[in-house]
């Protein structure tokens, strides 16, 4: 299982949808150094956040958690390693109702087998 905690600045929020029309970019993860390897990478939790209607979807305050699952394939090597990750995001500021473009960040995720079929994963 891989877990990710998102923090969102104070008095900001981001999109945990595309919006009622669609437009809006949702927090979004990519594990390309992972699916490149032959995992299978699915989210399993997400937070729940809050409907705003202001600006018709669900958003993000404060931090929130995501979960995935991480399936190995038989030819995966077992060893502790650091693959990266990618998040791409937009916040927006709640006070000037101003949003900033669209980015995208990546992260390393510190791999440790616990056993020969379950990797575990730590984000810092």
């Known amino acids: 299982t891989i877990r990710v905690a998102v923090p969102i600045p104070s008095d900001h929020h981001g999109y945990l949808d595309e919006g009622d029309e669609g437009f809006l970019i949702p927090l979004h993860f990519s594990f390309d150094s992972l699916e490149e390897r032959g995992f299978q990478v699915s989210e399993i939790a997400r937070p729940q956040g809050v409907r705003d209607e202001q600006v018709q979807a669900t958003i993000l305050r404060g ?60 984000f810092e």
């Open 63 to 122: 931090s929130g958690d995501f979960a995935f699952r991480l399936e190995a394939p038989s030819t995966a090597p077992l060893a502790d390693t650091t693959v990266m990750a990618a998040l791409q995001y937009q916040i927006c500021n709640d006070v000037t109702n101003i949003c900033y473009p669209p980015r995208a960040t990546e992260f390393p995720l510190r791999l440790k087998m616990a056993a020969a079929t379950s990797p575990i994963s730590s």
